[in-house]
């Protein structure tokens, strides 16, 4: 009897914990509302997600003014991560019109796409569409000249589902602008490269990934390195980094 109990708490337990993570979630960059007019664009999906992101490829993405004016974004890469992760990064197909709204919207939407395009507002308290205003700017914000980034540490948090790996770099001398990190990983014991755009979080970049999810995985002993290309939201970006070679976390990790 004891056995059977304890065969149920585990069954019950293992699937209670993979309950923590959905099976689908889609992100929309610039997190900022107000854009200039040559704004850059990156939709993010996760899990199953990851699906309508591959089908960019042969599906075009819009963005569609108050008015109904339609403007094609321009797919300029797809980046699939090493975690459940799949970016798609994209340019407008001409300039935007400035002071004016424009909402997200793909070719041939599903019902469950359009479920997904929407974003919470903190202010509101709900859920809305997903959309950008325009300034009269061309762009928004310069980045700091003297923008640089230094390790801090690795770091192993264990979760219900899995741990949360990752190398931290602090950043020195941040614009208070969105800031979007081009970050290039490389395994140095397979040589093979993975790249995905970051952002930051309280001042720092997490390089790895958390319980459910993210761009860049570790084994369980090797080195890597890592450079990194800061741009703003309309892509204009600073000097690559040199690269940073760094132990994987799990080396330093004391359970």
């Known amino acids: ?9 585990l069954t019950f337990g293992i699937k209670s914990a993979f ?17 200039g007019l040559h704004s850059m664009f990156i939709i993010q999906g996760y899990a199953l997600s990851q699906e309508t992101i591959n089908s960019f490829k042969n599906r075009v993405v819009y963005l569609e003014s108050e008015g109904g004016e339609l403007v094609v974004l321009n797919l300029q890469e797809i980046l699939k991560g090493q975690m459940k992760l799949t970016q798609a990064i994209f340019c407008p197909s001409k300039e935007l019109k400035p002071n004016t709204t424009y909402y997200l919207k793909y070719a041939d939407q599903t019902e469950q796409e359009i479920n997904q395009m929407k974003q919470w507002n903190p202010e509101k308290k709900e859920s809305e569409r997903v959309f950008w205003k325009t300034t009269e700017k061309k762009s928004l914000a310069s980045l700091n000249l003297n923008l640089s980034l230094e390790f801090e540490n690795t770091e192993v948090t264990r979760y219900g589902c899995g741990p949360s790996v990752n190398a931290i770099f602090k950043i020195k001398n941040k614009s208070a602008s969105e800031t979007w990190y081009k970050t290039e990983v490389m395994n140095l ?26 761009a860049f995985t570790f084994d369980r002993k090797g080195k890597y390195k890592v450079r990194f290309t800061p741009m703003n939201i309309d892509g204009k970006s600073l000097k690559t980094t040199e690269w940073k070679t760094f132990d994987s976390p799990f080396m330093n990790y004391k359970s």
């Open 189 to 214: 014991s397979t040589n093979s490269k993975t790249t995905f755009y970051k952002k930051e979080r309280n001042g720092r970049l997490y390089i790895g990934h958390g319980m459910c999810s993210g």
């Open 19 to 35: 309950a923590e993570c959905s099976s689908i979630g889609m992100q929309f960059f610039p997190e900022t509302k107000e854009i």
């Open 1 to 9: 009897m004891k056995k059977i109990i304890f065969i149920l708490f």
